[in-house]
């Protein structure tokens, strides 16, 4: 079966693109190319960008390269993808308000419910006002939520 993830955050230029490289990184790690992955923002007002540099430079120091260019995420998503994996509690309520049915509704999972390391965050904090530290932790967080979501989705292979 291939399994198809969407991450999605607020801007699509720094959580929800550090989460598809990450999860293409750790998937090409492993042999397991039967993964799609791609990533949306519920706001438009970056389409077409590249990364933050401030995401870029941070991932680029653990070798993970972030060559994605900002998207909307739009209705059409959820008949191409599985799982919507949403940053934090608004884009929850975004996704959810645009899914068509029960069906799709069914599809949004929280990224921190895949995380095992970081028991105390409920949600994957917005970097963007933030400084070094903001990002690193950030990336902390998506490594551990990614390598939990490519185990549960080993299970079901
Ligand atoms: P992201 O971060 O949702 O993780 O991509 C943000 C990017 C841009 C903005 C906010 C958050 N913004 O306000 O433009």
Redesign the pocket.
């Known amino acids: 079966m291939k399994h198809k993830i969407l991450f999605v ?8 693109p550090a989460a598809e490289a990450i999860m293409r990184s750790l998937s090409v790690k492993e042999g397991r190319i039967g993964i799609e992955i791609d990533s949306a ?1 519920t ?1 438009a ?2 389409t077409g960008e590249l990364p ?1 540099p401030r995401m870029r430079r941070a991932a680029a120091a653990r070798g993970i390269e972030m060559t994605h260019r900002a998207r909307q995420i739009r209705e059409e998503d959820f008949e191409l993808f599985d799982r919507i994996v949403v ?1 934090d509690d608004s884009n929850y309520e975004r996704v959810s308000r645009l899914a068509p049915d029960r069906v799709a509704l069914g599809k949004v999972y929280r990224f921190v419910g895949f995380c095992t390391h970081h028991p105390q965050w409920s949600y994957v904090p ?3 006002y933030e400084g070094r530290e903001g990002f690193e932790l950030v990336l902390d967080i998506l490594e551990d939520g990614c390598r939990g979501l490519l185990a549960e989705l080993g299970t079901r292979e």
Do not use: F, K, T
């Not at 955050?9 to 929800?16: E, F, H, K, V």
């Open positions: 955050c607020l801007g699509n230029i720094c959580r929800s923002g706001y007002g970056h933050d940053m917005d970097p963007y």
